[in-house]
Structure formats: structure tokens, C-alpha cells
């Protein structure tokens, strides 16, 4: 497939890039962030795939969120796509900032108008890695996923429902429970329609319930002063305790004065990157 | 072998020293084999055996025949060649034997030359004192002698003048009277003739002395010879010796309990044998004499011997004296010895080692000071056999010793106390294993509540209560917190252990400085760092405890198995889910000196500490 480079500039001893290209799976032109770090033109890097949250574009995360030295230190790349198809003129897209552009929550969508271009779990899952692997200098066996708030989600699900897919997982302040949450309701009714037996499917709680695959470690944080906590929108509680039950190994780690922002998610990036290396690199 | 090789090898080599030698051996243990000869003419070898006759060997001809079908019987060839070699043996030894005592004879021969020479040195120089004694009496005799003489020639001659002149005076004297007499004036005659008269009947009436001056005997003193008489007798006897001269000790001549002590002689004394005396030097010495030690003394032929059944890590006083027959000579000038220590005993339980390093305590082994201790170390060859020391520590002042070694090894360490005698017996040695980071449990540091298993690897929280008043609480130990410390880990770099606990036990691990608060809890100071598991009813939960903070953390799979990594460069405490090799928690500290492992518990139950074990991967970033 081909890809546009839109953008590069060298970082961290690497390039951070941004590419276009024309996605099949969401009938439009996409855009996705790359860095490569040092080593990959030398040799093969493992990928980490960065799933942002809702409002984001593939820009924040490359300027916010300070992941670049990391990565070149352990030589991984680093993919960001966007968080939604762009441009696809469906109406009602534009209308709130948490559901339709900006806000794909990493599912394949099943109801109208939605279920064209609304297929950002399968572009995760397949197209992407299928187009960074033939296009980068990438060992295709070691991938590992994150993200932050609905990309949190998005990565526990993609962890959760692809056992052995990804050698790592983490996330930032998820989406825990999205069938209990506001945001998640309103989403999933919007994208997957009213039976909420299809909503499971793309709900890192339940499909912790069910897991059964090679064990898991995984690393959360969250800000304890993060607004959408106390607004009961992320519901990390539930998803410690199916995890508990399951022994499904978490560590969860609440830290105190942090909120929702990418000042949260850079605090902390460093020690993200360092596990998913454990496993990436080991 | 052909039966022919055998003779045609071996054999010959037994001929060639019996050349050599015409001594008459013990019969040798070998069965008769009697070689019948051929009608050929040809020698074979014979053995005389089971008789006292000297063995004789000819020498073997050209090829050796084969043998008859009577030898067949006789020999087998396995015995044959079995039973050569030992006589062949014996007959080397007595080779050897003979040249030792020839080389002894040698050795003695020279003795006696000396021996004698000196003799004859010292009997001609004796002689010589003699005689040269004997001519200095001569001359004092003759010259008294010629002065006597000339003495009484001198009296004798006086005595002539005076004769003479009393002569003259006489003849003056009748000339006078003559001349008076025929003197014509008779008035003249009559004035001088009376004086004269009288001077006549003066001289008549003298009594002239006509004793000798001196008498003609010469007088002879009975001469003083007694002392060349000693000295002629002194021949016969010999001097009583001189003071022999001890000599200092000789490194590493002494033993833990006896001494090797040497001498010499001062002059060519003849001596019969020495006594050595000896007594051990005590520390306090009583002011009176009645305790003083024991003087032991040893009599020997040599100038050396070595005095047994001492005490180690002892002084000694030694002096010697040498006897012959004519006396004792003066002692020698006392020396002092010492024994050498008795060997350290390596304090197992105090011993702790990590990749780079161990950290080896002892016990002296000595009741009084010794001078320094040697620490000497091997590898383990492949094979688990000791293999030569490789490494030798010395001059090492205190009972402790921290030494570098290399990483994955094993070694075997012993320690030898050292004084001026030399260095003791190696102490048992201990095995270390630089694999891992590997130290035990400090039992005085221990809460009472506490109690260890045999290895010192497990502690029990026991279930009943113990009262307050069964508490044996010393300096050292926890007052609050049922807790332990393990021994300190005194090296940089990183170090890793782990610690096994049960679902429900309630614990805390971690690391703290040597002057942790005794009535404090782990991890609620600046001095300790631990992880802490709670258990509730419902859920585990977990703190990472420094100062009484700990973040706020979940876990969801409670770890029975966790791996505790120290990074002292770095200064970082990691804790680990050992099982899942899942990252828990990494405290980041400045730690200020080196610290010792923590563990608590915080309820009735037990907790194993795993150690020795080499760090995993997944523990290092």
C-alpha cells in the first residue's frame, strides 16, 4: 500500500514521522505517527502501538506525550494512529466531541451510518500492523499496545480479545467499563446498537471475565485527581476485581495529585515504555 | 607377550643389578623356577629361591631358547612376570638402601677426620703450654741462680778487700814499729813506741773475722712446678665446654605445639650431649617465685631439637648448656620462641558472599592475641576437587575479612591466624558460592515472637501469645514489629533474593539500615523500605512502606513468591512477582551507607527466605 510521508523530523536521535495512506477498512485517508528510533536502520525493532483518546489526533501524543527518548533508548518503534476515520462526511460526526470524529473507541461498528468507515478495531488489529511490517524495518512477531483513556480501552480490549497477539499491555487512566459508563454506553449503543450482549465484546472488564490465553501483565496508571474518575467514567475498580477473581496479573497504581492530561501521561511514559520493553526486548 | 620377551626384557634389567651387587637377600616370595638347561650348553637364568644363598644372575645369551615342555609346568606366564617385578623391586630398594649407607659411612668418615684433627691440634697446643711453661721455669731458675753466685762473689770479694786492706794496715803497721824499733834516737824511739804499742796490743787483741762472708752453699729452692704438673694433667682432660649460641627461631619451624629450636657451638669443644631447657613465658608472672612456671629441660646429642606437648600461640624461653666429662659449660644466652597459633574456626552463620564478593567472619581460635590472620582461597576445579590456593590475604588485622572474587564461581576459603612463630593450621574451609546474593538471618536481632528454623532460612510467628514478661528482649532486637534483619550486604552494585510466603500471610520484606529504630515498624521510618501485604476478609491488599508512605497500588495476583532486587548504584529497591516475573513496585533511595534484608510478619505465620540465587533478567533494566 502506498504511504505519504507527511512529515519528518528527527528526535531523540530518531525521526518522528507521520505518514498518510488510504485505509480499506475505513474507506478514507488516514493518517498515523511513527518514530523510529536509532536502531531500526540497523536492524529490526519490535512495534508499540499508541491508541489515543478521545479529541486526539495523531499529533498529541507525538508532541505531548515526551515517549521518544524512551524509545530510542530501548529501540522500539513507536506507532500513533488517529482515533477515527476522517473526512467521510457521516452525519452527525461532528456533533459531540465524545462519540463520531475523534472518538472511534476501537470497535467495528455494526449499525448505520456508522458501520462503512467505523471499523477501528479491525484497522488496529489488521491493517495497520500488516502496513507498518511491510513498510518499516519491524520484527512482526513482537508488538505490544497501549493507550490512554479510550485508547486505554481500546488496547485492553485488543489485548484482551487477541491472546498471544501482543507481547505487552498497559494503559493510561482507561476506560474500564465502558458498559457501565456514560461514555461508553453512549458510544456503544450509537456504534453497536441497543443489544448489549454485542457490547461485551469490546468491554476490558468482561472480556477479563472470560480470558483465557498466555498470562497477561498488565500496568495501569491513573490519576487519583483525574475528573473523569470521580465522574465514574472510567471504573478501573471493576475491571481489578474480575482481574483479581481471574488472576489476571495487574498492577495498578493510583497516583495522587494527577489528572487526566497528557502532563499525567508524560509523568509516567518512561515507565510504560521500560515494561513493554521487558517483554518486547526480552 | 611371548614368554621369550619377558625373559628377553625384564630379565635383563634384573641382570644388571645383580652385577653390581653380591649381597645376600631375604628369600623372595617367588616360587622355585629352575631352568633346565639345554643340552646346548647355553646358560639360562637361575633363581635360588627359599634359601639364604646371594642370588646370582647370569646373564641371559644371545636369544633366549624356548622353553621345554617341562617348563611349561613350571612357568605361567602370568605368573612368571607376576613375580618378578617384586623381587625386582626389592632388589632396587636394597640398591638404594646400600647407597644411603654408604653415603652415611662417607659422611662419618669425614666426622672422624675431624674429629681427630682437631684432637691433634688441641693436644699439640697443650704440649706446647707445657714445654713453653717448662723453659720459662728454666730461665727464672738459671737466672736466680747466676744472681745468687754473682751475689756471693760480690760478698766474697768485699770481704778479700777488706782482708787486703786489713793486711796492709797490718804491714804498715809492723813496718812502722820496725822502723821505730830501729829507730836510733831514743827519745824519739820512746815518744812513738807506746802509741805504737798500744796500737799493736790493739790490733793483736782484734778479732779477726775469718768467717767467709757467705756461705759456699748455693741455696736450692724446691722448684714450683705444680702448675705445669695441672697442665700435664690437663692433657688428659678435656676443657669443659663453652656456652653454646642458641639461635634465633627460624620462620616457620614451630607447630601449634612444638618448637624446632637450634644451637651451635662457640669453639671446637668436644661436648657429649646438650640439655636444652625451656619454660613458658606467662604473661602476669606472680612476684614470688614459688609459682613461677615449670622449667622443663630435654637432653639431645645434635644441636637441634624439637621440643613437643607445647601450648599454641605460646612463648617460650629456651637455653642450652653443653656436658662433657670434665663439666657443664654456662648456659646459653636465653632465647625466645613461640609456637604457632592454633587454627581459626570460620563462623559459618556470619559468612555472607554476593557475585563479586564475600564477607568471611571467624572466631581467633587463640585466647591471647595473635599478629594477624591469613585468608587463603581456591577455586572448586570442575571436578568439585580442591585445587591448588590461589589467592592468599594477608596481614589481615581483625576477624573479618571482605574479599573480592569473581562472579558464578565457587570457592573454597580458610583462614590461618598468624604470629611470629608462623602461620597456624589451615582452618576448615567453607564454601562460597558467588552465584547470587547470599547472606542469613541475624537470630539477635530477632523479635521474640520469633523463631528460626534449623537451616536459618525460615521464621515462624507462632500462634500463642507470649506474655510480655517470656519476652527476652535484648539491645538488638525488635521490641514492636515481629521482625528480622538478615545480615548486611556490604558490597555495591546489585543484589537479588527472594522471599516465599502463603496466601494469608501478613508480612513485610524489604531493606533497612543496621540502626533501624528497634521499637519501630518496617517500613514507617527513613531507615527501612519494605513491602507490606494485608490481608482483609474480602482482598489482599499492598503498601510499599518508606517513611509511613506507600503509594496507592493494586494487585491483582497475590505474589507467594517475591523477588527483591537492590541496586545500591543505582538506589533502587524492586520487588517482583517471582512466579509471573511481573514488575510490582521500584523504590527509588540515596541509600546513605549499606543496609541489611528486613522481614516481618505481621501476623501468626512464615515466611522462607530464598537467597544464593542468581538475579533473573526480567530483575534487571
Redesign the interface.
Known sequence: MALTQVSSNKCAGGFQKVFEHDSTELKCKMKFAVFLPPKAETGKCPVFYWLSGLTCTEQNFITKAGSQLAAAEHGIIIVAPDTSPRGCSIEGEDETWDFGTGAGFYVDATQDPWKTNYRMYSYVTEELPKLINSNFPTDPDRMSISGHSMGGHGALICALKNPGKYKAVSAFAPICNPMQCPWGQKAFSGYLGPDRSAWEAYDATVLAGSYSGP?L?ILIDQG?DDQFLSASQLLPDNL?SV??EK??????????GYDHSYFFIYSFMNDHI??HA?YLN? | MELDDIRGGRLDVISEEGEHQDISRESSTMEACYVVPEPGGRTFQRFSVNTNESLRFEPCEDSCPSPTAAEDDVFEKGEFEGEIIPVRNQLQGKVAEMENFAGHLEEIFLTVEENFGRQEQHLEQHYNDVLQTLSQRYDERATGLQEEKKSKLESLYGQLLVCGQALDASKVLIETAQEIYRCQDKRLFLKTVMPIIKRVEEFAKEDIDLTLATSLEFSTPLADLTDVKTMMDSINIVPAPSAPVINPQLPNSATQTSLHVCWSLFSDDTVEYYELYYRPVLEDTPADSTCAPQESKVKVKETHCTVTDLLPNAQYELWVTATNTTGISPASEKALYMTVPSPPVIKQRECSSCPEAALIRWESGNTNPVDSYTVELSETGTVGTESNITESIVAVPTCQCLIQLQAGRQYFISVRAVNIGGPSERSDAITISTTGTFFYLLEDTAHPCLSMSEDGFTIFYGDEELPITAMAFEDNTFTRCVAILGDLIPVRGRHYWEVEVDEDTEFRVGVAYEDTERDSYLGANSSSWCMRHIRTPS??KYEFLHNGWS???????HPVRIGVALDYDRGTLSFF?AH??????TFRCHFQSYVHPCFSLDNPGALTVHNGIAAP??TV?
Open positions: 498470562q501483565d487519583r481489578i482481574c483479581s488472576k489476571i496479573p495487574v498492577v495498578f497504581r493510583l497516583q495522587p521500560k515494561h521487558k526480552a | 482482598r489482599h503509594p496507592d497500588l493494586r494487585i491483582t495476583v512477582n509471573l516475573e511481573q514488575h510490582l513496585h533478567d526480567y533494566t
